[in-house]
């Protein structure tokens, strides 16, 4: 399609997309600069500490304590870490890697002759997450600046693709799930913590750009995840929503009580053995 040729309605959809990555990538380098000036609680500065938030979303205390301070930024809904069952030698990719917390515990079951690339679009974050990474000591950890909808990874080269509470930021989420089946190898996998959609969240609320880079107008239906995974390519896919969310969920807006509308949910999905081209 032509330049002249795109609908009002193209145009439209179009300009939503750039006015939502402007805000996700605007509000997590805020997060990422804020870790500069001493500001731990996940860049909002409201008086919870990233641990104590980390916690919550289901890291343990080892977890938490075998990784330097600065990587862990108590974001997310989840751990998906626990999740993936990762073994000694697996490649493994984190969409929206932020400063790296879930790279690191990545790495560290992985082992050396494991691999694990972070991919995030937050040019301040990327570079958060490198400086973290001597801290660390994590020799097999890359970060790689880009979007989720374009991975700036080779095609069937991961074993576990692994995300925390990212991939309803995208605008283009059927893009996301084909972007992951195309850089799986045959017989990989999706580990993912996320929000869905319990039921419909105000309109006001979901075409707000900062609600949607805030985690909370983004999430789709589960029966339109499902749709979108198969549609990519993906089998045995599984999503169970994690009651016990509500309650930090529900701390999300001081004004709207999100649990009403939204859940902590685990992914899961598996690229077929036989593998093949993405879907069209």
Aim: aromatic share 4%.
């Amino acid at each position: 399609m032509t330049e002249q040729t795109k609908s009002v309605d193209d145009t439209a959809t179009e300009r939503d997309a750039t006015a939502q990555r402007r805000a996700v990538r605007a509000r997590y380098a805020n997060i990422a600069t804020a870790m500069e000036t001493g500001c731990e609680s996940g860049g909002c500065c409201d008086g919870e500490s990233a641990t104590a938030s980390s916690a919550r979303l289901g890291y343990s205390a080892d977890e938490m304590q075998s990784v330097e301070a600065g990587a862990d930024l108590g974001l997310g809904c989840g751990n998906p870490t626990a999740l993936a069952a990762l073994t000694v030698g697996d490649t493994v990719l984190d969409l929206g890697s932020g400063a790296g917390f879930d790279c690191f515990l990545a790495a560290q079951q992985v082992g050396e002759m494991g691999r694990v690339i972070g991919v995030d679009m937050t040019p301040e974050m990327v570079e958060k997450a490198r400086d973290n990474v001597a801290k660390n000591g994590a020799r097999t950890v890359e970060f790689r600046l880009g979007e989720i909808e374009h991975l700036p990874v080779a095609d069937e080269t991961i074993d576990v693709i692994i995300s925390n509470c990212v991939i309803n930021l995208s605008p283009e989420k059927p893009q996301v799930f084909r972007e992951a089946y195309r850089v799986l190898n045959p017989g990989g996998r999706l580990a993912i913590s996320d929000v869905v959609m319990a039921t419909s969240v105000p309109e006001s609320v979901r075409k707000n750009p900062e609600s949607v880079a805030a985690c909370v107008a983004g999430a789709s239906t589960i029966e339109n995840l499902e749709t979108m995974l198969a549609a990519a390519g993906f089998e045995n896919v599984e999503i169970t929503p994690k009651g016990e969310s509500a309650e930090f969920i529900r701390e999300w807006d001081a004004s709207l009580n999100l649990s009403d509308y939204i859940v902590s949910a685990t992914i899961t999905g598996e690229k077929p053995e036989s593998g093949g081209e993405t879907p069209a």
